[in-house]
């Protein structure tokens, strides 16, 4: 593990693995940069793959108030340590996080997004506007454990059985530490509707890739971001739910930066 400093003092941390054309991971919700850990090293065979902790989560440290800005500047030190350009893969909500820095003008090389959680105007299941102001409740309120019970069953839809095993789990406590970062990612995602102009601003070659399990309204919002791209395609991966397998997610990532 290695830190660097982001612009506003916030020690961000991060993993350098292989050697070869510079990459940067951005993990998604409810997660640090443990998530990515098995991807980055299939990747590692053939990039230089740069691992990081988004602030507030796992190893990097943290700011008083949030702003998205701010995770773009982390992004920036990324780029930094990377030799000032790098291919960009973002997961769900991270994926989100990574086609807006892009759209802000980051040295992006190609971009790489699975399954960015949007909602096309209509679709069931999308989550309330004003989450973000919800988890930041709880977690004023010290119920962590609330925020966390939120995400998964009313915004990622799990059902009670699955929430019920999850806070008896060895790993529920990691999700109350880092319960107050779902606010982060709520604040990312916005409405979750499809950001139209900030992906009208991206021109890198971009590659949404999708679950062939997905729920469907992920389905038809990915495919319709890869159609407002300039330069965008969108890929299935058969029978892969939202948790992909890094096995066949990293050939396809590999097929597509090469």
């Known amino acids: 593990m290695q830190k660097v400093t982001s612009a506003d003092g916030t020690s961000i941390a991060y993993d350098r693995l292989g050697d070869g054309p510079a990459v940067i991971l951005v993990c998604g919700g409810s997660v640090d940069r443990m998530s990515n850990a098995p991807l980055a090293a299939l990747l590692a065979q053939s990039y230089t793959v740069y691992n990081y902790d988004r602030r507030g989560r796992g190893d990097s440290g943290d700011a008083e108030v949030y702003a998205i800005e701010r995770e773009f500047e982390d992004l920036d030190a990324i780029f930094a340590v990377a030799g000032g350009s790098a291919h960009l893969y973002g997961t769900s909500s991270g994926a989100a996080l990574a086609l807006l820095a892009t759209a802000a003008g980051r040295p992006v090389n190609k971009l790489a997004l699975w399954e960015p959680p949007y909602f096309l105007e209509g679709a069931e299941g999308r989550p309330r506007p004003d989450t973000a102001s919800i988890y930041r409740a709880f977690v004023a309120e010290g119920r962590r454990d609330k925020a966390a019970e939120y995400f998964m069953a009313e915004v990622v839809g799990m059902p009670a059985e699955f929430v019920a095993q999850a806070k008896a789990s060895p790993w529920w406590p990691a999700q109350e530490a880092i319960a107050h970062t779902l606010a982060y990612d709520a604040t990312v995602m916005g409405d979750y509707s499809v950001p139209t102009e900030a992906i009208k601003a991206i021109h890198q070659p971009t590659r949404v890739l999708t679950g062939g399990v997905a729920w469907p309204w992920m389905a038809d919002s990915n495919q319709a ?3 407002l791209l300039a330069d ?3 890929v299935v991966l058969a029978e892969q739910q ?5 096995a066949v997610l990293a050939p396809a990532l590999k097929e ?3």
Not at 242 to 246: A, G, L, R
């Open 256 to 258: 597509f930066w090469v």
């Open 225 to 227: 971001v890869a159609e």
């Open 232 to 234: 965008g395609s969108h």
């Open 242 to 246: 939202h948790n992909v397998d890094p």
